[in-house]
């Protein structure tokens, strides 16, 4: 088989493996919490005094992982359809054809590639807006070590808190 028939082949059968409860809910989870990250993020942007620490650990470390959930839930759909229909022994010999001629699937497969670089941009920027926000002193003194209530208001007062 020629590497264009072998990839018609994956094409048809990742088509076909997609139509399935599991990877819908993650592309549905993976979709909303990107879009609500970034919006949340332009938000912040705009904001003159820093996000609430609480707030801060929803939108920069729950909500990141809440999008890689996402993501990782749409393949093991793929896998877990394939694995019943495999057991159940309904899995078909010729999958439905899928032709690169069709505009429409050109569309679709332009728009996936176009949000998988999407989606890597906003991992990255999840990423450093994470680490960056839990390398706060904000978070630190607020949200991590309350404990170090002291610690933290001697530093507020000292000056070192106007360095950056």
């Known amino acids: ?9 994956r094409l048809r059968r990742a088509v076909f493996f997609a139509r399935n409860p599991l990877t819908i809910l993650g592309a549905a989870i993976a979709t909303s919490s990107g879009l609500t990250m ?10 003159e005094r820093p996000v ?10 729950i909500l990141p992982g809440a999008f890689v959930l996402g993501l990782i839930l749409m393949p093991l759909g793929l896998i877990r359809r394939r694995r019943q229909m495999t057991a159940a ?17 050109r569309r679709l497969l332009t728009l996936i590639g176009l ?3 999407a989606n890597i941009a906003i991992l990255a920027t999840a990423s450093y807006r994470g680490v960056s926000y839990m390398d ?19 530093y507020l007062d000292s000056p070192h808190s106007r360095v950056a």
Request: hydrophobic share 45%.
């Open 115 to 117: 949000l998988s670089l």
């Open 89 to 105: 022994g309904s899995l078909p010999d010729v999958y439905p054809m899928v032709s690169l001629k069709e505009p429409e699937l």
């Open 136 to 154: 706060s002193t904000q978070f630190c003194g607020t949200a991590c070590h309350s404990v170090m209530a002291p610690e933290y208001s001697t």
């Open 38 to 47: 970034v919006g949340f993020w332009l938000a912040e942007m705009t904001r």
């Open 1 to 9: 088989m020629t590497i264009p028939g072998r990839l018609a082949d």
């Open 52 to 61: 609430h620490p609480y707030i801060g650990i929803l939108l920069f470390l």
